[in-house]
Structures are given as structure tokens and as C-alpha cells.
């Protein structure tokens, strides 16, 4: 299979700190590759090595074979994260503004209908919400239809309609082959966009592979989470590994995270026992909720580990406790 973006041993620093140390990856034609990682991973780093925005101190990046700014720059769509348009200017006018600086482009209307924004025309973009904003800056990197997509956090701030409207777009782009490479704090994006997905710590791809492979091999076993004050220690003589629930987030439940202890590595058949414990006991809870393990555990997974190799790497001076997650803390 054709690469048509391909990083290799990619460095890359800025004084003293270090945005890539050696970050390899390769994306295929119709792919859809998600950069995820913790603020400071080097994500954007390495986003803007591959789009030639930045030159590596080290490594090659390649776009179509090419080094990047060798590309011809009609193939290319790129969304950085920090992208502002001028204010004064309507979504339809920003459109055909940005159309205009390629010979053969899109018309508007059909731009401003693949990011949903057709009512949205004519309204002037800092009177835009912050969403329908960020769409509009989708759509400028579409006028062109580039074979390959960088998008830097494309739906960081859109509404979950609008993120909607954005995943679509994606999932037909990618359909009709194009490539596109994304960077996302948001797990079920990468989850639900990403053939592949790559886990960036300390500016290296620490983990890769479908979602799927990703949860199998870091995921850990399927857990379950009890909704309740008490504390973990009440659970001790449950055969299963138990801690609390501060860092698990309530997927399905819009965000927050519920007080109670995650019981871990639990098939859905053993449920019983855990409630069975809890009448024992007389452990007051309010829910009781089994789940698989899912991307975001192999993010916080991994991400513990790369913190503890740091600080053992670091051990001076960082009095830091070592996170929400310690047991014993009270709410
Ligand atoms: P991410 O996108 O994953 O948050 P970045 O690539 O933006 O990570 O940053 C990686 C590291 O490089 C961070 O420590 C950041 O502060 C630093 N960095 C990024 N760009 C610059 C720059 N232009 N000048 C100095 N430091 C930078």
C-alpha cells in the first residue's frame, strides 16, 4: 500500500525543550490517522514537521513521497489550531476568499453545505459561534479538494451536533480516498473517525494501531463501576482489583465524574458477585455500571506509565503527589 504521509525518526527541539524525539509513523492512502496525546506530547509539532510549517532538527517527513513544502500545495488541506480568519468577512465571502488562491476550486455554497453552515452564509464570522467558527475554518481547507488532510483539533469547541456534521464530512472524505491525519483530545472522536490511532508521549509515538488492537493490548479487562461513597479499602475482600473512581469519566452521562470505585477485570457473568458483596455488606450505592474497556483507558494507561518513567527518570525537586487518583483522599 501506498504511504502517502510518512514521518521518520522525526526530532525536533525548541531550546531546551524537546517537541519530537523521534516520532516515526506512516499513513495510507484513504486512511484516517488520529495523533492523540496528553498537552505538550508534540502533537502540533509534529503536525506542522509532515505540512512543512516547521523544519525538523532531525528525521525526514514526507507527503506523497515529497518533502512536504515540495507538495503541490492543490493536494493539501491543512487546519491549524490556531487558525483565525479575518473577522470583517461573512462565511460565504471567508469561503470564496480562500477559494480564490487556488485555480481550480469549490464553490462556496457546496463548501459551507459539507460543514452544515448553508444558513450561515451570510452572517459575518465573529458573529459566528464558536462552533459554526470552526467549521467555517473546516470548510476553507476543503476548497481545494486536497487529497490529503491535516486537521489540528478540527472540533475542539463545536457542539455535538455540530462535531456531528463534522465527523460526516470526514468519513465521506476518507470514503472517496482522501487521507487525513487528525490530532484530538476527544476519545470517542478518535475512536469513532480513526483507522488507526497514535498515542504521542514525550515526542514520540509510544503506541499505534486500530482502536480496536490498541484496547485489546492496553486496555485492561472490563470493569465495574460502583456508584457510592464508600471507600475503596470497604471492598478489599472482593477478589478483584478495586481503586477509586476519580479518574474514570461517566461516558454517556455528559461528563462529570460519579463518586464511587472502579472494580476491574469483571465479566459480565461475575456482576452478581459484586452485588452480592455490596448486600453482604450493607454498601450503600446509587448505580452500578459495567463497561468494556475503551480508548480513553489505554490514554490514561499509557499516560501513567510515560508519567512514572519520567519521574523516575526525574526524581529531584517535583514534590508532586502523584495524582486525583490516590486512594485514601477524601471528597
Ligand atoms: P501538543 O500539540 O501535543 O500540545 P506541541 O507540539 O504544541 O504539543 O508542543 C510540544 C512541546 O514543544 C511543548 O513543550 C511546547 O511548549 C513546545 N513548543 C511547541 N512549539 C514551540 C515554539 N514555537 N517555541 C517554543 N516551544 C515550543
Not at 488541506?77 to 470564496?96: K, M, N, S, W, Y
Not at 472540533?155 to 490530532?183: F, K, S, Y
Request: net charge negative; with cysteine.
Amino acid at each position: 500500500m501506498e504511504a502517502v504521509v510518512e514521518a521518520t525518526e522525526l526530532r525536533k527541539s525548541y531550546g531546551e525543550t524537546t517537541a519530537l524525539s523521534g516520532a516515526s509513523l506512516s499513513v495510507d492512502r484513504g486512511e484516517v490517522f488520529a495523533l492523540i496525546g496528553p498537552n505538550g506530547a508534540g502533537k502540533t509539532t509534529l503536525v506542522r514537521a509532515l505540512t512543512g510549517t516547521t523544519e525538523p532538527d532531525a528525521g525526514s517527513a514526507r507527503v506523497f513521497g515529497e518533502p512536504p513544502t515540495a507538495v503541490d500545495r492543490d493536494r493539501l488541506g491543512v487546519l491549524p489550531q490556531d487558525f483565525a480568519p479575518p473577522d470583517r468577512l461573512t462565511a460565504h465571502e471567508l469561503i470564496d476568499y480562500y477559494a480564490g488562491l487556488y485555480d481550480d476550486a469549490r464553490g462556496p455554497d457546496e463548501v459551507l453545505s459539507d460543514v452544515g453552515l448553508v444558513d450561515a452564509g451570510d452572517t459575518w464570522y465573529e458573529n459566528l459561534s464558536g462552533g459554526q467558527q470552526r467549521r467555517v475554518c473546516v470548510g476553507s481547507t476543503l476548497v481545494n479538494d486536497p487529497d490529503v488532510l491535516f486537521l489540528d483539533e478540527p472540533t475542539t469547541g463545536i457542539d455535538p451536533a455540530g462535531r456531528r456534521t463534522v465527523w460526516r464530512l470526514i468519513e465521506d472524505l476518507a470514503a472517496g480516498g482522501t487521507t487525513v491525519v487528525l490530532t484530538t483530545h476527544d476519545m470517542a472522536e478518535a475512536e469513532r473517525l480513526a483507522d488507526r490511532v497514535g498515542l504521542l508521549a514525550d515526542g514520540s509515538l509510544i503506541a499505534q494501531g486500530s482502536p480496536d488492537e490498541l484496547v485489546a493490548e492496553h486496555g485492561g479487562g472490563s470493569r465495574v463501576l460502583v456508584e457510592t461513597d464508600a471507600d475503596p479499602e470497604a471492598f478489599a475482600d472482593l477478589e478483584y482489583p478495586v481503586e477509586r473512581a476519580s479518574r474514570v469519566s461517566s461516558r454517556g452521562r455528559g461528563g462529570g465524574t460519579p463518586a464511587g470505585v472502579v472494580v476491574r477485570d469483571v465479566t459480565p457473568v461475575e456482576i452478581g458477585t459484586i452485588v452480592d458483596y455490596l448486600e453482604d455488606r450493607g454498601l450503600e450505592y446509587t448505580g452500578l455500571t459495567w463497561a468494556e474497556p475503551d480508548l480513553e483507558d489505554v490514554y490514561l494507561a499509557l499516560a501513567d506509565e510515560t508519567e512514572r518513567e519520567r519521574t523516575q527518570r526525574e526524581p529531584i525537586d517535583s514534590p508532586t503527589e502523584t495524582d486525583a487518583a490516590t486512594p485514601g483522599e477524601t471528597a
